[in-house]
């Protein structure tokens, strides 16, 4: 079992910078894959960045340019730092770890969630 708690959400104007951590209780940490997603009320919960076993990042394109998907193996945590903050990234962000993900931004791949943290960005 996988316990996932994420930090760092809050309200900030757009322009402005977020960082986000998901701290992750299990001790084989190393052997999941894991991501960020995003859901807002009406719309599916969309893949925002994940990071593979072996390294590999990917990066929806909606946000490319703009986010950093990181881990921190000391901490045990996934990091994920936003930047030029858009009003349309407004949402609830949650992190998410499964050993075999397959589809690295599809949430449906992924077994084990954290509760979520709320980021607002106003205009």
């Known amino acids: 079992q996988v316990h996932l708690a994420e930090s760092g959400g809050g309200s900030v104007q757009a322009g402005g910078f977020l960082r986000l951590s998901c701290d992750v209780s299990?001790?084989?940490?190393?052997?999941?894959?894991m991501g960020w997603f995003r859901e807002t009320p009406g719309k599916e919960r969309e893949g925002v960045a994940s990071?593979?076993?072996?390294?590999?990042?990917t990066y929806a394109d909606s946000v490319k340019g703009r986010v950093t998907i990181s881990k921190d193996n000391a901490k045990r945590s996934l990091i994920l730092q936003i930047s030029s903050l858009k009003p349309e990234d407004t949402a609830i962000y949650y992190c998410?770890?499964?050993?075999?993900?397959?589809?690295?931004?599809?949430?449906?791949?992924?077994?084990?969630w954290g509760q979520g943290t709320q980021v607002t960005v106003s205009s």
């Open positions: 990071i593979d076993t072996d390294g590999t990042i």
């Open positions: 998410a770890a499964d050993e075999f993900p397959g589809l690295p931004l599809k949430p449906k791949a992924y077994n084990y």
């Open positions: 299990s001790y084989t940490y190393r052997s999941y894959s």
